[in-house]
């Protein structure tokens, strides 16, 4: 397909009629439209979009009419948004118009009507003929499917989301295989012929079968289509659970690109969190080094202070115990018995009434009652008590104190760093939380990858015995003649579906090879690293750096830049394969060359890469439509400029006017 | 009851041959013209095998 032309009449700020004339030129093949940001670049993709399809990406997809145009209309008044596209497709030119009329139905609303659309096409002789309107959607879909249009009409946008590896971009880019280079018709065809029991051919064959009379077969087509049934429940809860899987994965692979693109700040985090875990221990510490201190300050502090007050008691009492000792450590007791026994502890004999007896009556009348020497010395042996149980309260409440300050600023000085931590992280999710759920998301992974595995071997054993059981039914089907008729029907369709498989299988692993290197051809050219891009069997995309080796899964990291070449080269590759012409024995595969229209190419490449991408991309597709800014312009316009026909440029005039001048 | 008999007939694989390329020739119309529901499809490409083979046996 080429495009030749492209004409606007008021579609959003392209007022009154304005035209672009594309090259199709062999030769010279780019056309190139400049623009700054927001002079419109990007409504032109969507005029091809709007004028096909009768879609438009637009925030404001339900009013395309020009502003100014719109609001110049009287009551009742009525203007039409027009968009033409003049193409080449097998040959023969077609000429597609979408037209939508606006009226004035208030002072505040102007409402739009239903668009319709028309296609002319020229007849050899020069003449045009119209398309009828109930087969310009076949048309179009010929021309170019809405499914296929969104790889060759690219906004900046889906360049760079093409690049990145997420499920939505793996999806598209097997689906453009499959589309593009003509495998979905071989889908399309296994599908019908084995998908499923209910709706299938080789389903709808068995199902045929002529029972009647047969007990047995009766009984055993019964058993057949309950355990078709129960396989497709089982289909369905696998691929339930597959989905599940596959969206963990997808969410588990954010979460720790998360965590990965802000390492630091998880690892400040982490600290944050491990300093206040110690800061709760410290804290609990601390508390009880204080009530202790408390306790022991409550119950020894007055011993303590009382010591020197204790001390001279003693002393004093002591004294005074030893004052009234006439004779030291001889009590009043002892004395008593020497003057009752009459005899003297020396051995001699005291008499009544001697000198000896009456000293003895005077040392008696001279010594305390017995009941103060008790109480003294209970006092004297208390005090001494007293005094050794104060003993340590120094040392031990200044030991308390010295523990007490020093976790008290270690507190502090954990706090300190919580404080810097928290300073250095602009981050302002959990990090520790994140970890947390991927590790919960792994758990559920696991599990369901065991309820996965189970499922699937539930379904391989029904799956046998469906064999069996089918093979028991046509062992007694075959006693109908017709039966045998329908059996052989079966076989063939049954061999047709085996065939398609292994030609699918064998395309679909060739082309993703032919893919790959066609990818890495056309990458090597545009990047200027060394780096090589594998694509696995689930069109998932490796970035690999020469030194690790290729079954090493490991992934470079890619820089935006580098995504938009990837996604270039991706591009790219698909539009060559396409160009491509791959017959097999049986069937061949036809392809149609198609342009490539792109709105911002190089937004995020830097200048050697838009160098080099501009000098590939022309020898790809078979046209080559850009719609980039200034900026980009200057990089590419040294290599382009050989390959360029034709260009204009888009001048602002203002929010609701631009004006396409050729240049 | 009936009791049952086998009887093994050979696929012939020229026969695959036509089927297989008739089916792919509806396949590709439809994917262009999507004029068919995948229903309507099936019981086309039922029609095309059960023609096919009853022109040989």
Known sequence: ?663 | MMGGVMIIMNINHEVVKVILKKIYELESENLKTKKYTDEQMVDKIQKLIIEEVKKCY
């Open chain 1, 1 to 663: 397909m080429l495009l030749k032309s492209l004409e606007m009449i008021n579609f959003r700020q392209y007022k009154g009629k304005q035209k672009i004339i594309f090259s199709t030129n062999k030769e010279k093949n780019v056309t190139v439209i400049l623009g700054k940001n927001t002079s419109g670049k990007t409504t032109l993709i969507q005029a091809f979009n709007w004028a096909l399809y009768g879609n438009a990406n637009f925030d404001t997809k339900d009013f395309l009419l020009n502003l100014e145009i719109a609001n110049q209309l009287k009551v009742n008044e009525e203007a039409n948004v027009q968009v033409s596209i003049e193409l080449i497709h097998n040959d023969i030119e077609y000429l597609i118009v979408r037209k939508q009329p606006y009226r004035r139905i208030s002072n505040h609303i102007v409402k739009p009507n239903k668009s319709e659309i028309t296609i002319q096409y020229k007849l050899p002789n020069g003449q045009t003929e119209f398309i009828k309107q109930h087969d310009i959607d076949d048309t179009i879909n010929k021309i170019l499917p809405e499914e296929l249009s969104r790889y060759f009409f690219f906004d900046g946008e889906r360049i760079g989301n093409l690049g990145k590896n997420d499920k939505q971009a793996r999806q598209d880019l097997a689906k453009a295989v499959k589309t593009i280079l003509g495998l979905t018709v071989l889908d399309n065809a296994i599908s019908h012929l084995s998908g499923g029991y209910k709706n299938s051919v080789i389903g709808k064959l068995k199902r045929r079968i002529d029972a009647q009379g047969n007990e047995k077969l009766m009984e055993l087509q019964k058993e057949i289509e309950d355990k078709y049934n129960q396989l497709e429940e089982y289909d369905k809860n696998i691929s339930s659970i597959e989905d599940a899987i596959k969206g963990i994965e997808e969410i588990v692979k954010q979460k720790k690109d998360i965590i990965l693109n802000n390492k630091e700040t998880f690892e400040l985090q982490k600290e944050i969190n491990e300093l206040e875990l110690e800061i709760n221990n410290l804290k609990e510490e601390k508390d009880k080094v204080v009530k202790n201190f408390n306790n022991d300050f409550c119950e020894k502090a007055p011993l303590f202070f009382m010591q020197s007050l204790m001390d001279s008691s003693i002393d004093a009492l002591k004294s005074f115990s030893q004052m009234n000792d006439v004779v030291p450590y001889f009590s009043s007791q002892a004395i008593e018995y020497v003057i009752d026994t009459g005899k003297c502890i020396c051995g001699r004999e005291i008499a009544i009434g001697s000198e000896e007896y009456k000293y003895l009556v005077y040392l008696k009348s001279s010594c305390l009652p017995l009941q103060i020497e008790n109480e003294l010395k209970i006092f004297i042996n208390n005090a001494n008590n007293y005094k050794q149980r104060a003993k340590d309260f120094y040392n031990v409440m200044t030991e308390r104190y010295e523990k007490f300050r020093e976790y008290k600023y270690k507190i502090y000085d954990f706090m300190d760093r919580i404080n810097n931590n928290k300073n250095k992280i602009n981050f302002n999710q959990n990090l520790a939380a994140i970890q947390q759920e991927i590790e919960n998301y792994e758990t559920k992974l696991k599990h369901l990858g065991d309820e996965l595995r189970k499922v699937q071997l539930d379904r391989e054993i029904l799956s046998r015995d469906i064999q069996s059981k089918e093979q028991e039914a046509n062992y007694y089907a075959q006693a109908n003649k017709n039966n045998l008729f329908i059996d052989l029907c079966i076989k063939y369709a049954e061999e047709v579906n085996i065939t398609f498989q292994k030609y699918y299988k064998q395309r679909e692993t060739e082309i993703r090879s032919k893919l790959q290197t066609k990818v890495n051809d056309i990458f090597s050219q545009m990047y200027h690293g060394k780096r090589k891009i594998l694509i696995d069997e689930s069109y998932k995309f490796f970035l690999k750096s020469p030194l690790v080796e290729d079954n090493l899964n490991v992934d470079a990291d890619p820089s935006k830049g580098l995504e938009t070449v990837m996604s270039f080269a991706f591009v790219s590759g698909i539009v060559d394969l396409a160009k491509e012409k791959i017959t097999n024995e049986h069937i061949e595969f036809n392809t149609e060359p198609y342009p490539l229209v792109m709105d911002a190419p190089f937004s995020n490449a830097d200048e050697e890469h838009v160098t080099r991408i501009s000098k590939i991309l022309p020898e790809i597709a078979e046209q080559v439509i850009m719609f980039i800014m200034h900026k980009d312009w200057k990089h590419a316009e040294s290599v382009l400029s050989f390959k360029l026909d034709k260009m204009y440029e888009l001048n602002k005039i203002s929010e609701t006017y631009t004006e396409i001048k050729e240049c």
